[in-house]
Structure formats: C-alpha cells, structure tokens
C-alpha cells in the first residue's frame, strides 16, 4: 500500500485545514491509518489514528477537540481535519497505514507542510 497525503501549505490561525490521504488500494478491516507530524527542531509525534473496521479513534492529548479523523471513510481515503488551528500546529504532517502498530507506522506517505500564519 502507497499512502499520498494532500492538502496542506499556509494558513492564517484560527482556521481550519483538511489534509486527505489516499491509499493505493482498498483497505481492509484489519489496516489502520493514522498521522503522525514533525515541527521543526521537535521529534515526530503522533496525532491520531483510525482502525478501519471499527472506526475506534486515537487522538494524542494536545490534539483532542481541534484534530478530528471522520469516521465516514471511504474506501481508501481518509483525512485529517484541524479547527481553529493555532501556529504551534505548524509541522510536517504524514499520513500512515498499517496492521502491526498502533497508530500505525509501518507505511508512510511523503509528508505535508503545514504553515500557520499568526
């Protein structure tokens, strides 16, 4: 599976940003996919995850009420939304999949910038 994040570039705090992720192939109950994001001079971290039979939700803590992976998935695509983001949401944002981890990290997309503007 070949995971390619969309979306991201520059935008002004207090908005919102929705980056999608599309999979190379239809997903199966078992795959999780998840996202994971590094600010410059910080190590990655993860932000959330999404199991794709169950739809059971990770949110790491700073990423509760402003971060959401919606659960109406489609087939191989899922995305990340962020409301009322904030210039500490600045980062390179990856997408992730996998069976073995959780939030899963064996495949990775390419990554997105995300700039937030004050």
């Known amino acids: 599976v070949q995971l390619v994040e969309h979306g991201g570039g520059l935008v002004q705090a207090g908005g919102s940003l929705r980056l999608p992720c599309t999979a190379s192939?239809?997903?199966?109950?078992?795959?999780?996919m998840g996202w994971f994001r590094q600010a410059p001079g910080n190590e990655r971290e993860a932000v959330a995850g999404?199991?794709?039979?169950?739809?059971?939700?990770y949110y790491a803590d700073f990423a509760k009420g402003r971060f959401t992976i919606p659960r109406d998935r489609s087939e191989n695509t899922t995305d990340l939304r962020i409301g009322n983001i904030s210039p500490d949401a600045t980062a390179v944002y990856y997408c992730?999949?996998?069976?073995?981890?959780?939030?899963?990290?064996?495949?990775w997309g390419q990554g997105t910038q995300v700039t937030v503007s004050s």
């Open positions: 999404i199991s794709w039979g169950t739809g059971y939700t």
């Open positions: 192939e239809r997903l199966y109950s078992r795959y999780a």
């Open positions: 992730t999949g996998g069976s073995r981890s959780w939030p899963p990290r064996e495949t």
